[in-house]
């Protein structure tokens, strides 16, 4: 058979497409964008049809209604990264969060420690010799495509085509859907006083030449902003937002110092909005690989002047950072921050940064100002950069390095970038904790 004859006889309406999914079924959803929400909306609809079906996903933008608790006896969350959709589920008792390491998720599925029997996901139509595009994503959806017993697809021509390990042939999926719709979009973060100071400070910190890791959330696309002075910076990226395309249309990304992928923006996945995916599309300068590659510490090492951007929730007096939870809630996952803080740290030139950049407080909706510095982690919460891996936390007061120095000293530090109103009370808890005066 052709690919053209193939994929016509595999082309059905979604409800026909879900129908393949049985009640038991372990559903692993396309990561990010690549999340098919043509084909999750009609799973949900027919949610009568099933009966304990554990849905999984990592980073999700979407509505997460197979967590509502009305369907609790049909569908279950666990995943790897709790968001707006899934946060409740967890709480309320009837989700599960898996704590893994992003990079780790397709060696899980490679070696059966996670098994799914069907794999949804989202892909370009078909190109002229008949590959679809996963266009947004590699991340772990490129193994879970490989192993999942069963793939539906929805064709959205909207997706773009990317270079790299998104493209598969229409053979290796078992149900098209034909659905065109915008792709999901996250909007760039509000850039105030504190973000453009924080920007300032790491920026003093990155080298012309650097190659650059951002995670995900508000500061490190918000640091981005303040680059615009530097020369020929690089990206090998777990993810990448609008923030990338102003610094390539700038000249200031050109990939022309990497030591690894020379000339190439590498990534896992895109979130952002039409304006990337349409910078995305087509675009030889950007390859997306699978996360057991782009994250894998040994390969981040062998970008010189390696620096990773990340942000936290709290950061301790020994510099344990908290990056996923708010006490015993599940806030987030650990993504790949600890990847790539160890990759910089691992950096074969001895010339990698590792950066936790965040505010100094928060402000809660009812006005309530919290520090995030603060001498002891919440009750309940986990620590996702650890003591010995955390190196250099910024705040828009400073920047205080950890490494080699010892707890008073990483504490004393820490306070000075704390916000003014707070620090005489750290001060406080200081002398407490450690027995001697300030
Ligand atoms: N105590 C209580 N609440 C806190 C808090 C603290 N110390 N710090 C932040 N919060 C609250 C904020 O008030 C905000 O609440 P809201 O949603 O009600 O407005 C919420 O937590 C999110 O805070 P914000 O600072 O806006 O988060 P962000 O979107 O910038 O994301 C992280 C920051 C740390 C959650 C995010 O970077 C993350 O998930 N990191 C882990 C994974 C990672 O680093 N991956 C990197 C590779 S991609």
């Given amino acids: 058979m052709s690919w ?36 999750v909306d009609a799973m949900v609809a027919n949610y009568e049809n099933y009966e304990n079906v554990t849905v999984a996903h990592m980073v999700s933008l979407g509505k997460g209604e197979y967590t509502k608790p009305e369907l609790k006896k049909h569908f279950r ?31 899980w599925i490679r070696n059966g420690l996670l098994e799914y029997d069907v794999c949804m ?32 697809a929805q064709v959205n021509k909207n997706m773009p085509r990317t270079f790299g390990d998104t493209f598969f042939h229409v053979s290796e999926f078992d149900r098209f859907v034909e659905m065109d719709m915008p792709l999901v979009e996250s909007k760039p973060p509000v850039i105030g006083e504190a973000e453009k100071a924080i920007g300032k400070y790491c920026a003093s910190l990155i080298e012309d030449g650097a190659t650059l890791q951002l995670g995900i959330g508000a500061i490190p696309d918000a640091v981005l902003s303040e680059l615009k002075d530097k020369k020929h ?16 249309e700038a000249g200031v990304i050109d990939c022309s110092e990497k030591t690894l992928h020379n000339g190439k923006m590498i990534v896992t996945f895109l979130m952002g909005t039409k304006r990337l995916y349409e ?24 970008n010189n002047k390696m620096v990773s951007i990340n942000s936290a929730l709290q950061v301790d007096f ?26 910089a740290a691992m950096a074969e030139d001895g010339k990698g940064v590792s950066i936790i950049a965040m505010p100094s407080v928060t402000v809660k909706k009812d006005g309530t100002v919290i520090s995030k510095i603060r001498p002891y982690i919440d009750h309940g919460a986990a620590v996702t950069t650890n003591r010995y891996d955390v190196d250099y936390i910024v705040t828009e007061y400073g920047i205080a390095r950890m490494k080699g120095k010892n707890l008073k000293e990483r504490a004393r530090a820490l306070i000075d970038i704390a916000h003014p109103d707070v620090r005489e009370e750290l001060k406080e808890e200081f002398e407490k904790r450690f027995n001697v005066a300030w």
């Avoid at 967890?90 to 397709?106: A, L, R, T």
């Avoid at 990056?323 to 650990?334: D, H, K, L």
Wanted: glycine share 12%; proline share 5%; charged share 20%.
């Fill in 318 to 343: 020994m510099g344990q950072v908290v990056a996923c939870s708010i006490g015993t809630r599940q806030f987030s996952g650990v993504g790949g921050q600890v990847d790539f803080v160890r990759g």
């Fill in 233 to 248: 910076l690089g990206i090998h990226s777990e993810m990448i937002a609008d923030g990338v395309v102003d610094l390539v």
């Fill in 4 to 39: 053209r004859e193939i994929y016509e006889s595999r082309k059905c309406t979604a409800d026909e497409a879900v129908k393949l999914i049985k009640s038991n079924d372990n559903v692993i959803l396309g990561h990010c964008i690549c999340e098919p929400t043509g084909l």
């Fill in 77 to 107: 969350w666990e995943g790897f990264f709790c968001g707006g959709g899934t946060r409740k589920a967890v709480e309320e008792g009837h989700g599960d969060i898996i704590p893994v390491y992003f990079q780790d998720v397709p060696r």
């Fill in 279 to 302: 910078f995305a599309d087509n675009n030889p300068m950007l390859e997306l690989k699978p996360v057991d590659y782009v994250n894998d510490p040994a390969v981040i090492a062998k």
């Fill in 121 to 152: 996901v989202m892909v370009s139509p078909p190109n002229e010799a008949g590959y679809c595009s996963m266009g947004v994503e590699s991340g772990y959806t490129y193994q879970a495509v490989k192993s999942a017993k069963i793939v539906l």
